[in-house]
């Protein structure tokens, strides 16, 4: 790996790893215990061990431990996860997988696809709360074998909270530094056949200013707040044994106020606006014992405002974006495989306006065939994937999974497989009337990874090597003043993951060391970290829980004209004192050594800031 890691050092290191299992194979006195499951890495129900794609868990547990707010902060701390944010909470962020941006990678709720269709392309996962998440899944590599377009650098699948069991209420109410407030609760349980679930929460911060006034001070120094309200419905119902129908319905609006990007003036004031939304309709029928049915029909929708009338240069717009999709999924057990096949249809569409009275009203149609083949024979583990996509006005693009996991002895599994994927071209990449290209064609990759995977009792290691390389990258290109295919990416890598738990104490640990090129020039990818890293630990004491929770982010490129962004390492703190089963005390101290840093250049991130609150749960 060039000025980095070099491809031998990675083999070396997997060599080492390879004679260390040796040793400790033989001390192990028991295979692994580790019963999580996940549903993600092939569509269906497996062990979290099984999983060949790299694949991590983030458990309700895990969430509520680390008193995180959003979706954001919550995976910063993940194995390949960089984000970048345009100021403080609910600013424009993007994420970063394994070196693919946003617009890359396939962010899913329940199932249902959020694809954005306007000229960033990017999910606003800023806006995504997680009062209403009960865990979130994390897929990396190529899988559009798997779910079509945009999963290139991976899937991120977050699962809303569901009923079951006896009636059950929650609350909880925290206050703390820069104005914020952040109250939610919500109620669930099962009657009879019918499971039901219902929350909202409520966030507010005054902020801070979201632009740095040393490096802009033409910018409005003042405060940049945020709201958010989110809610959460779920209900299914029984009707026989094996068949059942449900709703469910999830939302986020979020209102910011925030700074001009370098144009604007300190009297100037910008705001925008954020609402998602998904339902769906879905029916489950268990056919026979081996055979599960799954028909949903769901919606994504997306309203973007954004209003800068009080600025030197009037302005505002809105957008909305939606997709609605039609999945038949059919899982079938044969023996020691199990088959997996079906047919989805997208129909996606933006309608866009401006002050400047231009217009974008367009429409598309994708379909797609897919089969999916996995098992496990003795030692040997396979997957394989077949998907088949056809989208209006493009090229079919057709592509593939294959996997292979060798257990070497109970605890060590070596890992391989080769994958992949593409990425249709938002509308907006297509038909903006400033931006808009055409003929842009959708992104391909090819992946290759090698990887070895330790479980013992709870606890899991994976190492996996990775060697990605994109075509057709689709960027705004200042040359021509509208997106083009210019240029090819590479991005080889090794990502270290560890969850487990020691004694009492629940661990995670993640170490990325990777090397994002963009061809064409041999320089490093904007805003892409070529190492990061994080350690997380949380502890029981007696009616104590306390947390520690540390993010390493190393240089990375900003802007052509803008120096290297310095490394930085932020601390964040944890705490809990249980006064009863079902009522608690939370404490958090958030940049607890006030580090000042930050992930794009001229935009502020938060400084120490502290936050207190009281939290019931009915068990």
């Keep these: 790996m060039k000025n980095l890691v070099s491809r031998a ?30 549903v993600t ?23 509520e431990r680390s008193q995180a707010v959003d979706l954001p902060t919550l995976l910063s701390s993940e194995a390949g996860f960089q984000f970048t944010q345009n100021g403080g909470r609910g600013m424009s962020a993007t994420l970063f997988l394994r070196g693919s941006a946003s617009l890359q990678v396939l962010v899913l709720i329940d199932g249902v696809p959020l694809t954005k269709q306007d000229s960033t392309g990017s999910v606003s996962l800023e806006h995504i709360m997680l009062d209403q998440v009960e865990r979130v899944e994390i897929v990396r590599g190529n899988v559009s074998a798997i779910y079509g377009s945009g999963a290139v650098g991976g899937v991120i699948q977050v699962f809303m909270r569901k009923g079951q069991g006896k009636p059950k209420t929650f609350a909880q109410l925290e206050v703390g530094s820069v104005g914020s407030s952040h109250a939610s609760a919500g109620v669930s349980g099962q009657v009879g056949e019918t499971n039901y679930f219902v929350g909202v929460a409520r966030l507010r911060t005054t902020g801070f200013s979201a632009m740095n006034t040393s490096q802009y001070p033409n910018e409005n120094p003042d405060a940049d707040g945020y709201s958010n309200t989110n809610y959460n419905l779920g209900l299914s119902q029984v009707l026989v044994p094996g068949h059942s129908l449900g709703l469910r319905a999830a939302g986020s609006d979020g209102e910011f106020d925030t700074d001009g990007g370098g144009f604007g003036t300190p009297t100037a004031v910008y705001k925008g606006a954020s609402k998602l939304s998904t339902w769906s309709l879905y029916s489950h ?22 209003d800068a009338k009080l600025t030197a240069f009037p302005y505002d717009s809105e957008a909305v974006t939606r997709s609605r999709a039609l999945n038949w999924t059919h899982s079938v057990v044969l023996g020691p495989w199990l088959l997996t096949a079906g047919a989805e249809s997208q129909h996606q569409f933006i309608d866009a306006t401006d002050s400047s009275l231009t217009q974008l009203n367009r429409e598309r149609g994708v379909s797609a065939l897919f089969a999916g083949l996995s098992g496990i024979l003795g030692a040997h583990s396979m997957q394989f994937n077949l998907r088949r996509d056809n989208a209006d006005g493009l090229p079919g693009e057709t592509t593939g999974y294959a996997g292979y996991g060798f257990q070497l002895v109970p605890a060590w599994k070596l890992i391989a497989s080769i994958s992949s994927a593409f990425n249709l071209p938002p509308l907006g990449y297509l038909y903006d009337p400033f931006s808009g290209n ?71 640990a993640s170490l990325t060391l990777q090397d994002p090129l963009d061809e064409s020039t041999g320089m490093h990818l904007i805003r892409r970290a070529r190492d990061m890293g994080s350690f997380g630990a949380s502890v029981p004491l007696g009616q104590w829980t306390v947390g520690a929770d540390l993010r390493y982010t190393g240089t990375r490129p900003d802007l052509v004209t803008v120096p290297s962004l310095p490394a930085y390492c932020v601390i964040n703190m944890t705490a809990r004192f249980a006064l009863a089963p079902e009522l608690a005390l939370t404490a958090h101290i958030d940049n607890l050594l006030d580090r000042q840093y930050q992930t794009a250049y001229g935009y502020n991130q938060p400084g120490r800031a502290a936050y207190v609150g009281i939290v019931w749960a009915q068990k």
């Design 285 to 306: 029928n268990q056919m026979t014992r081996d055979w599960l049915s799954k028909l949903t029909f769901s919606q994504h929708r997306e309203r973007s405002i954004y």
């Design 9 to 38: 050092h990675l083999f070396v290191f997997v060599l080492q790893l390879s004679a260390t299992s040796s040793v400790l194979a033989q001390t192990a006195s028991k295979p692994f215990q580790l019963d999580e499951t996940v």
């Design 438 to 508: 055409p003929t842009l064609r959708p992104e391909t990759a090819h992946s290759t990874e090698l990887g070895l995977q330790w479980a013992q009792d709870k606890q899991v290691v994976r190492a996996t090597i990775f060697n990605t390389r994109t075509t057709n990258l689709m960027q705004y290109d200042f040359a021509t003043w509208t997106f083009n295919n210019v240029t090819d990416a590479t991005n080889r890598g090794l990502e270290l993951s560890y969850s487990g738990k020691l004694s009492s104490a629940d661990l995670r």
């Design 41 to 63: 890495a092939n569509r269906s129900e497996q062990l979290l061990t099984d999983a060949l794609p790299h694949t991590t868990v983030i458990g309700r547990d895990v969430i």
